[in-house]
């Protein structure tokens, strides 16, 4: 009875915010708006979040512009939803990145870092053609060691989570930058909004979906 009680109450906790955004089941459509990933994929997400995650590249002039609203958005998050970023590794140049994002994380400088990195590659042009050149921004703007950083690019840890994204990128249908992903199950089709701002209203219907999904048991 009482889980029964939950799923209604979430049910209606849905509907309410339907009915504050009118035509909002109809504004956002499969196809459209979003894809199903089938079959849905794992998330890292605790038990009761739900995992929103950005599928990006700091190599990628469009996931620089986007970045703003992934902040924005993030500040302001559902309570039951838990953020995650997967950087690509489409060729070299991006692999280099992603190492670096994995290796800011292993570093503990990422949040330090993670916006000044965007600025630097594309507004201020800093010149990242090699590890080294990528080790020495790093090192400076995270107060690290630059060769210890090289060593974390290098590391078996960076060098497994590289492998785990390339991996899971194709098997949630991404082929584009930024994309975002809601709970391993959902899709944003970014051709389907018109701003940043509307592909993050669409992020929170799925999260409103998604919770509505796992109150009821399903």
Known sequence: MLIRLVALAALAAVATTAAAQP??????REGVHFATIDPPQPTSAPAGKIEVLE???????????FQPAVSQWKARMPANAT???????WNPAWEMVARAYYAAEALGIRDKTHDAFFKALHVERVPMASNEDVARWFAKAGGVKEADFLA???STGVSAKVARAKQAVPRLGVSATPTMVVNGRYRVLNQGASSAEEIFQVVDFLVAREAARLAAGR
């Open 83 to 89: 953020f995650a970023a997967m950087p690509v590794a």
């Open 23 to 28: 035509n909002l089941v109809e504004r956002y």
């Open 152 to 154: 974390a690019m290098q």
């Open 55 to 65: 599928v990006f590249s700091y190599a990628c002039p469009a996931c620089a512009m």
